[in-house]
């Protein structure tokens, strides 16, 4: 072998070394589908996650699941076995998430998910410790709308869900604090997410005259339910989940949607969040970095991957002490790294994680707000 080839192929083993001492991250996202409204600023998040951590390069892996759980899996699996990623961001439904669980526990690879359903993190076990929520858990959410709901007085409440692990946690999670509240849900209903016509649940929930009415869905899919109550007259308040928490909410419900209280994100009225709040300098960050790119506001839904690269951006100078990225040392290093995750500030709110929480948020994850002349307002 002459000099010159021995030079190339000095130069194409050390490159192929390089790369694969990056860190390789996996994003799944529902970028088309029934919760593309989830999915697209998601996948738009992925161009603002770090590049560099530390003295490493990250390169991120992009998969679109089409909102399908089974995809969800096949593509988890694609990331692992052919990609041999270190972590994986995603996926952006909660069936989806919930279906990837065991994949990636066997695998042992951290995933970041960007879903509402706390039920990927609660009840911990031997699976789910590598699963971290970079969301607010359901009973954080519920328990500041219990907290109106009794503020207001009220006794009996509705409620609608998806028939799918975020509308079913949030059924449990509902009823057990309205209960130790002294209020009664007295009538309980579920719809798919692709469901067109709402009526026969709506006049069930209707028939019982709540005094409000709780919607669980995420996404597109929290309009459905209020417009079919609306159209038939229900004029009792009616509350939201995080999961309504995009702008197309109120484009899509309009005059129906008029008067909804959510608890959620500060991203939603972040110009009326005192500067103090720990969580305003980096979600302003995400915002204008994802306006200058895509000339519009991001849904909460693509903060929640932002985040994930927040968390990431903590944990992987603390795991690269212990191990190469590529090896299971490295991963296992990186999921210690993530459970010991403390006050960090996200565009959500603070992260604080434990071995018994995964999530990490508290009440400074939320604030109460209003749909007020079809624009999102603090509620005092």
Not at 203 to 209: A, D, E, G, Q, V
Not at 230 to 241: A, C, K, M, S, V
Request: with cysteine; hydrophobic share 40%; proline share 5%.
């Amino acid at each position: 072998m002459n000099l010159k080839k021995i030079v190339c192929a000095t130069s194409v083993l050390a490159a192929s070394i390089y790369a694969q001492a990056d860190i390789k991250v996996g994003v799944i996202t529902s970028s088309s589908g029934p919760i593309a409204m989830v999915g697209i600023p998601q996948k738009n998040t992925i161009d603002l996650l770090p590049k560099k951590i530390g003295n490493e390069n990250v390169h991120y892996i992009s998969l679109d699941d089409a909102s399908d759980p089974t995809a969800s899996v096949k593509a988890v699996e694609k990331l692992i076995k052919e990609n041999n990623v270190d972590a994986i961001i995603g996926p952006s439904g909660s069936p989806n998430a919930s279906a990837v669980i065991a994949t990636v526990a066997k695998a042992q690879v951290p995933l970041l998910a960007p879903v509402g359903t706390a039920s990927i993190v609660i009840p911990m076990n031997a699976q789910k410790k590598w699963v971290f929520k970079t969301t607010q858990n359901d009973d954080i959410i519920a328990e500041a709308l219990i907290q109106d709901m009794v503020k207001r007085k009220f006794k009996t409440l509705g409620f609608i869900g998806t028939a799918d692990p975020y509308g079913e946690n949030w059924g449990k999670v509902v009823s057990a604090l309205a209960k130790k509240h002294g209020i009664q849900v007295v009538a309980q209903e579920t719809f798919q997410r692709q469901d067109t016509s709402l009526t026969g649940q709506a006049l069930k929930l209707i028939s019982k005259k709540p005094q409000a009415i709780l919607v669980a869905a995420p996404g597109s899919a929290a309009v459905p339910p209020q417009a079919a109550l609306f159209d038939r007259g229900y004029r009792g308040q009616i509350y939201q989940t995080h999961g309504a928490a995009l702008d197309q909410f109120l484009t899509l419900g309009g005059k129906k949607v008029e008067n909804t209280i959510l608890a959620a994100s500060l991203m939603l009225v972040i110009n009326e969040i005192p500067n103090s709040h720990p969580s305003k300098a980096v979600a302003s960050k995400y915002i204008n970095a994802y306006k200058a790119k895509y000339k519009q506001t991001p849904a909460t839904f693509g903060a929640n991957v932002y985040d994930a690269g927040i968390l990431l951006e903590k944990a992987v100078p603390v795991a690269l002490k212990t191990a190469k990225p590529g090896t299971v040392q490295f991963r296992e290093a990186l999921r210690n790294a993530l459970e010991t995750t403390k006050e960090v500030a996200g565009t959500q709110g603070v992260y604080n994680m434990s071995p018994t929480d995964h999530s990490g948020f508290d009440k400074r994850g939320r604030e109460m707000i209003i749909v007020k002349n079809g624009q999102w307002k603090l509620l005092k």
